[in-house]
């Protein structure tokens, strides 16, 4: 029988995997719950778009999991997203540079459903490898 804590990391897996890597972006409704906070990109809408400027920009976009660990109903990831500037990001036309990046996030998961997530992503180094400086 799994923990509580397996089911959760397995359950952010599984969401990381369709929204981020697959775009499947109406999965929300899955994985979140209707209370769910968004407290990166301010609404699930707002994650929806991002995710949809992200894969405009970086088409062949890969997010690799690199560490997960579930504590009591917290998820804590630290994974990289890898790709190709292809298309605009925020107004900067394709470069055609690779991007390596780092992100942390934090997902609050209560009854099967993801209800909160907060994140970070290194942009001061994304620019860098979008603009080859």
């Keep these: ?11 952010v897996g599984d969401f990381i995997e369709a929204f981020w890597n697959r775009s499947e972006l109406n999965c929300v409704d899955r994985f979140l719950s209707d209370d769910y906070q968004e407290l990166a ?3 699930k809408e707002g994650l929806k778009t991002f995710a949809a400027t992200i894969l405009e920009a970086f088409p062949d976009k890969r997010y690799t999991v690199e560490q997960i660990i579930g504590q009591g109903d917290k998820v804590l990831v630290r994974m990289t997203v890898k790709g190709t500037h292809q298309g605009i990001f925020f107004g900067t036309a394709p470069t055609g540079n690779s991007i390596d990046v780092t992100l942390y996030r934090q997902y609050r998961v209560e009854n099967g459903k ?3 997530h907060r994140g970070w992503i290194d942009m001061v180094t994304m620019w860098h490898q979008i603009r080859g400086n």
């Design 41 to 43: 990109y301010e609404s």
């Design 1 to 11: 029988m799994k923990t509580i804590e397996q089911s959760n990391v397995e359950l």
């Design 114 to 116: 993801i209800t909160e």
